[in-house]
């Protein structure tokens, strides 16, 4: 369903077995970001009633997804650790040119913010199914589900609003690219690396 070319390796879940804090506030930090690319879509792309109001919902739910990530934390007695840029969306946003028209700047970040939700939901599943804290593992289940939906939802604006056979020849190209990056990852206590 998701169309990822190359699975994560699924000895990245001992990684995640051993540094649960670490990944833990890695997850906080994504659902935040998630977060601010709804925002940011709005700000930018104001002419897009239909896309407002999904991200205007969007962002409310992946700050929601930040709050469950961060009482965890809490929970474990921890606190929330220092913000880390994240390897895998660097890489990936070299993938397409800088510039073109407004579309197609749409379009782009449309599908990077689908690829990024489809991998998350790829290894959310990995956690919900592999990590060895059920209650941990649950948790991981029902944010898998939200994030493939999230990765439905930015691909069907991102074929909405682009000219459908040039998005599609897109998104294959940018899975390829993708598979790339993921080739080199999957070594670190980080939800996409």
């Given amino acids: 369903m998701l169309g990822l070319k190359l699975p994560t390796d699924p000895r990245w879940v001992n990684i ?11 997850h906080a930090y994504c659902e935040q970001k998630a977060a601010s690319t709804a925002i940011s879509l709005i700000v930018n792309f104001p002419e897009y009633p239909e896309l407002v109001n999904e991200m205007i919902a969007l962002s409310r739910e992946e700050m929601g997804h930040f709050k469950m990530v961060h009482e965890r934390i809490l929970a ?9 840029k ?3 969306v660097i890489a990936l946003q070299k993938f397409f040119p800088k510039g073109g028209s407004r579309t197609e ?4 970040r449309l599908l990077y913010a689908a690829l990024i939700e489809a991998r998350s939901c790829e290894r959310f599943r990995l956690l919900s199914e592999q990590l060895k804290d059920r209650d941990l593992a649950e948790f991981y289940r029902s944010l898998m589900v939200s994030e493939a939906g999230h990765y439905t ?9 682009g ?4 998005v599609d020849a897109k998104w294959k190209a940018l899975l390829e690219y993708e598979a790339t990056i993921v080739r080199d990852l999957g070594k670190k206590e980080t939800i996409h690396g």
Avoid at 105 to 108: A, E, F, R, S, T
Avoid at 153 to 161: I, M, N, P, V, W
Avoid at 163 to 166: A, D, F, G, K, S
């Fill in 76 to 84: 474990r007695g921890k606190t929330l650790g220092r913000y880390r």
């Fill in 16 to 26: 995640v077995e051993m540094n649960i804090d670490e990944i833990l506030t890695d």
């Fill in 153 to 161: 939802l930015f691909l069907k604006f991102a074929r909405q609003y």
């Fill in 105 to 108: 700047q749409l379009v782009h």
């Fill in 86 to 88: 994240d390897e895998y």
């Fill in 163 to 166: 000219q459908r056979e040039t």
